[in-house]
């Protein structure tokens, strides 16, 4: 039996994060330099956008690109900037054609005029579509995000638009780049490491997490659902007993 038809439909995660990682790992394995890993890893997104939308998620969030990533070498940077540019305008037919949107996450600021051009004209193209919402996350980091959003929260008390006393999990929530996604309900992250690395560390507050040792280019649709499987074999409880959840899914 195909592992896609074991997926029960009817509890299948809403918004799936996953932090993709092994990609200079899986080049050096190959005696490749990491460039390689990274334009192979490309393979992996394409399967596993396809693999989120058989499943039947609505929200998928990818993380591309973090903050700390532009410590990395300038050519390696450049290099990366340049290939997500380059798939993303390979792949903007079958987004369309897939009824995915497309979006980005993270400090807009900190990229080029020429990549926030080519990125904004797919948003553009897919903000009408509602099967998928796929979101890269790309010169993103958690804390910076949350720093952000309290400025801004800060700056609207000051302006007397809001009090502190409205101030909630929902303010907070609608001044984070993520305001039109639901909590994150699934965390992928590849490579064997296990650690969460700075992302979206308020909307994983009661995500599922799934650590696999597959590098990112080796990850497959395979891989993917087999992550949905064992969250389907968990018993999310939000701070409520096993009993209490029992006993609400049988009213």
Known sequence: ?????????????????????????????????RVFGH???????????????????????LYAFSTENWNRPKAEVKTLMALFLTSLKSEVKELIKNNIKFQIIGDQESLTKSVLKGLNKVIEQTKNNDALTLTIA??????????????????????????IE????????????????????????????????NFLLWQIAYAELHFTNVLWPDFTKNDFY???????????????????IKTTNEI
Not at 173 to 195: A, C, Q, W
Not at 226 to 244: S, V
Request: no cysteine; glycine share 8%; proline share 2%.
């Open 1 to 33: 039996m195909d592992l896609l038809d074991q997926i029960n439909k009817e509890n299948v995660p809403y918004h799936v994060a996953i932090i993709m990682d092994g990609n200079g790992r899986w080049a050096k394995l190959k005696g490749k330099p």
């Open 39 to 61: 334009k192979n890893g490309v393979k992996s997104v394409r399967e596993t956008i396809k693999a989120a939308g058989n499943a039947g998620v609505k929200a998928l969030t």
């Open 138 to 163: 790309l010169s993103y980091g958690s804390r910076e995000e949350i720093v952000n959003s309290f400025k801004n929260i800060s700056k609207k008390i000051v302006n007397k638009e809001l009090s």
């Open 166 to 197: 409205e101030i909630d999990e929902n303010i907070i929530n609608n001044h984070l780049y993520t305001f039109t996604l639901p909590d994150v309900d699934l965390m992928i992250r590849t490579s064997g490491e296990k650690r969460i690395s």
């Open 226 to 244: 087999n992550a949905i499987l064992e969250y389907q074999n968990r018993e999310r409880r939000f701070g409520k007993t096993g009993e209490q």
